[in-house]
């Protein structure tokens, strides 16, 4: 499984909840894999977007020295896609591979998916199509089916040793001009911007 937002206890828990559900064994797509004689899914990993721009934010850290104790953070958004695919040895409609996956697409509406998407600091975007991907194995049609899942997701970076200095007070002059009676010219004293 290769995607920056999900490590390896996010990718298993995402993983052994799909399997869960669709009570299929299920694997990512790029981990070591056995064969089995029955259905089972693989799950993939789709490129990671960028959304909008990343903005900087910073925290006070009174423990740095002056001149770096204002600690920067990226924050951004991204989005992502995970595409399931389950494979199955039987053409019967009863069985074939969609079967599963339409089972799948509403269960990620129930609750349990809900606070693991919570857990997991994950958004549910949107579900694509469900597609027939049938291909042949061992000289047999074998039954395929996939679903891509789009996701987003917050991310952020904070580095410590790139503390910056701030302002502590800031004098402010205002000049309004064009009044009634004349120019006006206002000091004011802003403290602890």
Request: hydrophobic share 40%.
């Amino acid at each position: 499984m290769r995607c920056a937002v999900l490590d390896d206890d996010a990718g298993e828990r995402l993983r052994a909840w799909i399997e869960t559900r669709t009570g299929l064994v299920t694997s990512w797509e790029d981990q070591p894999e056995t064969y089995t004689p029955d259905d089972y899914i693989h799950l993939r990993m789709g490129p990671m977007v960028r959304v909008g721009q990343d903005g900087i934010r910073y925290t006070h850290d009174p423990s740095k020295p002056a001149g770096q104790d204002m600690i920067p953070t990226v924050v951004g958004q991204r989005e992502f896609v995970l595409t399931v695919e389950v494979r199955a040895w039987s053409q019967e409609l009863s069985v074939a591979a969609e079967v599963p996956l339409s089972k799948l697409e509403l269960a990620l509406q129930l609750p349990s998916f809900q606070q693991l998407c919570l857990d997991l600091n994950l958004g549910l975007i949107t579900t694509g199509p469900i597609m027939q991907t049938d291909a042949v194995v061992d000289e047999r049609v074998q039954s395929r089916a996939a679903m891509d899942i789009r996701f987003a997701t917050s991310i952020h970076l904070t580095d410590a040793d790139e503390g910056q200095s701030y302002i502590a007070t800031a004098e402010v002059e205002t000049t309004l001009q064009g009044g009634v009676g004349g120019d006006i010219v206002t000091n004011d004293l802003v403290g602890d911007v």
